[in-house]
């Protein structure tokens, strides 16, 4: 069984620019969050769906940032115009319906904004 | 706002050693979880605990949950060098993968 994948591993992109991440959960997973940990600190929620609906959304920073799950399957998350203090890892986790016992995590992508 | 603090951020031991961290919530959980991450991996569910003083083993790895379901410890017996990671709980406060991370312990094992 295929894992959460996550696309790009790495991205380098210039204060201003726009980047966009991708999410592949693991088949099945109706839940699909997206977490993000800075410089080192403690992996922080941004949002949660279930399904293609925004089941929370209280992480997001601010609106510089949009995610979005057309079809209830893979997720983007857009980040326009990048900050500097966007930097760091953004991971996405899913997990199957009803009770959460676990987090499936994909590897990450390492954002840098110079 | 919500916080999880875990001490220490950092700990280095000989291998054979006993290693703990332990995590403390601003707030009561409903439940709490760890995960582990090697170093340039992702995070890897371990365990998760529900009820007041659950206590859990796994081999050499025993997880508490405090009384008060505030606070929460691994305890990692004679460590190897496969236990070198950085080891993350986090608290939930419903039935959702929502959780509040800690901000981590990075051991270290020295063969």
């Known amino acids: 069984e295929a894992g959460v994948t996550q696309f790009p591993s790495h991205s380098v992109i210039e204060k201003g620019q726009t980047v966009t991440l991708r999410c592949d959960p693991i088949?099945?997973?109706?839940?699909l969050y997206w977490y993000r940990r800075v410089m080192g600190k403690e992996i922080k929620f941004l949002l949660h769906?279930?399904?293609?609906?925004?089941?929370?959304e209280s992480g997001m920073p601010n609106n510089r940032f949009l995610a979005e799950r057309t079809g209830g399957t893979y997720s983007t998350l857009k980040v326009q115009p990048a900050e500097l203090e966007d930097s760091g890892v953004y991971f996405c986790a899913s997990s199957q319906e009803s009770i959460v016992e676990k987090l499936f995590f994909g590897s990450g992508t390492q954002l840098s904004v110079l | 706002g919500q916080q999880v603090m875990q001490i220490p951020q950092y700990q280095h031991v000989q291998e054979g050693e006993d290693f703990t961290t332990y995590c403390n919530s601003s707030t009561t959980l409903s439940n709490i979880q760890w995960y582990k991450q090697r170093p340039g991996g992702h995070p890897v569910f371990l365990i998760q605990?529900?009820?007041?003083?659950e206590v859990k083993k796994q081999k050499r790895l025993t997880f508490q949950f405090g009384e008060a379901k505030k606070n929460s410890s691994l305890h990692i017996t004679a460590t190897q060098t496969t236990d070198v990671g950085t080891y993350f709980c986090a608290g939930g406060k419903g039935n959702t993968g929502k959780l509040i991370f800690g901000q981590g312990t990075t051991l270290q094992v020295k063969p």
């Open positions: 088949s099945g997973h109706d839940n």
């Open positions: 769906f279930v399904k293609e609906s925004k089941q929370d």
């Open positions: 605990l529900v009820k007041s003083g």
